[in-house]
């Protein structure tokens, strides 16, 4: 079960040109996006004003994060 924090984190914005919610690319990643195109393809990111860049900031950073976390990856 997700704590406070992080439904909380959850509901903030993943991709502010689109209006999408960072929990969309959480779940995109939890369902095996591996990659921007990937996540952008499932939750509609990307494309925007300012070029993907603040979006493409969070995603690397969660790509990262998980890479980290999970003992297979290499
Ligand atoms: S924040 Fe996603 S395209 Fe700008």
């Not at 704590?3 to 993943?14: D, F, H, Y």
């Not at 959480?26 to 993907?52: Q, R």
């Amino acid at each position: 079960m997700a704590t406070e924090e992080e439904i909380l984190a959850r509901m903030k914005p993943g991709c502010i040109c689109k209006g999408i919610k960072l929990h969309r690319i959480v779940e995109a990643i939890e369902d095996g996006a591996t990659s921007y195109e990937e996540i952008a393809k499932v939750t509609g990111i990307g494309g925007g004003s300012c070029g993907s860049k603040r979006c493409g900031k969070k995603v690397a950073m969660l790509l990262k994060k998980k890479t980290a976390i999970t003992p297979d990856a290499a």
